[in-house]
């Protein structure tokens, strides 16, 4: 189990690549051949939006500015945040059904291969 905020940024990274390679490539800009990564900056969790470059302030509440999805991947960006803060899952904390939501529009065995992954690496509960 991850015991630090920098850990813990490894595993949502991993995670964030993990999906970024799947069914419809959340987090993946094709025309920029870039992924999105979380990173920390004096100890505050930011985002590195794929497309836009732009470090954005993960945090539910604040301008997500410069983020170039909308509000589900959004909401899931504030989970992956508050796991790094507080090494707690929040799987939907933020206002939708998180990872083990039906809504994300990938087919079932692409959808259980990201949920089976973050169990994997310490992200979901098994």
């Known amino acids: 189990m991850a015991t630090n905020k920098i850990e813990r940024v490894e595993i949502i990274n991993k995670l964030i ?43 539910e509440g604040f301008s997500h500015k410069g983020f170039s999805h909308g509000g589900t991947l959004w909401a899931l960006v504030c989970d992956f945040s508050f796991f790094i803060r507080t090494g707690k899952s929040a799987n939907g904390k933020h206002g939708y059904g998180g990872l083990n939501s039906g809504g994300w529009g990938h087919s079932d065995e692409i959808q259980k291969e990201i949920i089976d992954f973050a169990k994997e690496i310490g992200y979901l509960k098994g």
């Open 17 to 59: 690549k993990f999906i970024s390679e799947r069914g419809r490539r959340f987090f993946y800009s094709g025309s920029n051949d870039r992924t999105a990564s979380m990173i920390l900056k004096k100890n505050r969790v930011y985002i590195v939006d794929h497309r836009t470059g732009q470090e954005v302030y993960a945090y």
